[in-house]
Structure formats: structure tokens, C-alpha cells
């Protein structure tokens, strides 16, 4: 079992940065893929980044490689998401989730949500 937890969400203008965070709860986060997706309101959730449990890959949907980077600290229990340049299509409810590897992920069918954290961006 893993719980997640979101934070660092909030308002920002266009072309600015923010860091979110989602801190795990159990021991066994390392062996985790973890992954950010976003759910802009009455579109689907969709795909954001995801790491490795090791953090030595990362994968990035199109529209944000180059200005979001995804990290980890499996020390901490901690994966971050830093966001620059930000545009308003970033407006979104920003999720965390976990799951045994990518396709799980990117699948969307992992058990292993946050509750979500707001960004939004100002034009």
C-alpha cells in the first residue's frame, strides 16, 4: 500500500516556475515508478511525466518536455515535479501516482492516486 500526498500547487503568471511535491507514505517507495498527470476541467486526465524507481530515466509528454523536470529522493519518500515557462494550457488539478512500471502508469491503472493539487496560470 502507498499513499501520496500533493503540495506546492497555487497561482502563478505566465512564464513562471512552481515545484510540487508528493511525499509517500510505506517503505517500499523505491521500488516504485512514480509518475505526475494533470485533469484540466472537462477534459481527460492526461499523462505528464513519470521516473523510474531508481531515477535514472524519466519520460515527459510532449507539450512540457524542455520546461517540466521530475525528480526524486527515494531518501525522503519524496517525487517532485518543477515546472517553468509556464503557459496557461498548464491550468490543471495536478495528480501523483505510483505504479510498478511505466505502462502501469502511463496506463492510468494504477490503484495509487493523491488527492490532487491546483496550479493555475494567469495569462
Known amino acids: 500500500q502507498v499513499q501520496l500526498v500533493e503540495s506546492g500547487g497555487g497561482l502563478v503568471q505566465a512564464g513562471g516556475s512552481l515545484g510540487l511535491s508528493c511525499a509517500a507514505s510505506g517503505r517500499t517507495f523505491s521500488s516504485y515508478y512514480m509518475g505526475w498527470f494533470r485533469q484540466a476541467p472537462g477534459k481527460e486526465r492526461e499523462f505528464v511525466a513519470a521516473i523510474t524507481s531508481s531515477g535514472l530515466s524519466t519520460k515527459y509528454v510532449d507539450s512540457v518536455k524542455g520546461r517540466f523536470t521530475i525528480s526524486r529522493d527515494n531518501a525522503k519518500n519524496t517525487v517532485y515535479l518543477q515546472m517553468n515557462s509556464l503557459k496557461p494550457s498548464d491550468t490543471a488539478v495536478y495528480y501523483c501516482?505510483?505504479?510498478?512500471?511505466?505502462?502501469?502508469?502511463?496506463?492510468?491503472?494504477?490503484?495509487?492516486w493523491g488527492q490532487g493539487t491546483q496550479v493555475t496560470v494567469s495569462s
Open positions: 501516482t505510483a505504479g510498478a512500471n511505466m505502462a502501469v502508469l502511463t496506463a492510468k491503472i494504477s490503484p495509487y
